[in-house]
């Protein structure tokens, strides 16, 4: 069994079963972002406090992660086939979705609300 194991983890490891993504433009990815109305389930700015899609700015998300997601959707997300989405529009809306979680994140001190 174990020498099973190996022997399928190996085979997914290869490159035909990884997923690759271009390098994309992320001010294109922002007008995907809103042209698509994807800001109606994951808000504006991908905080998505309100609204029914997950969070998307946050780390620990990959442009690998995003793209599986955009075109086999796991929840009640649309799936975003090449039909729909071509690679390089996924590419340039991937870019804009890993930059919503750049830049640093405010630590409590520097929230008035929380210093009252």
């Given at each position: 069994m174990k020498q099973f194991a190996i022997i399928v983890f190996a085979a997914l490891a290869t490159p035909a079963f990884a997923q690759t993504i271009a390098p994309g433009d992320a001010a294109r990815g922002k007008d995907i972002y809103m042209r698509d109305a994807c800001?109606?389930?994951h808000?504006?700015?991908g905080?998505?406090?309100s609204f029914v899609g997950p969070k998307l700015a946050h780390a620990g998300l990959t442009a690998n992660r995003i793209l599986r997601q955009l075109r086999q959707p796991q929840a009640q997300m649309p799936a975003y086939t090449e039909q729909v989405l071509s690679?390089?529009?996924a590419a340039d809306?991937?870019?804009y979705v890993l930059s919503?979680?750049?830049g640093p994140t405010p630590s409590g001190k520097d929230i008035p609300l929380l210093n009252h």
């Open positions: 800001y109606t389930c808000g504006t700015t905080a998505s406090t690679d390089k529009d809306l991937i870019a919503l979680s750049e």
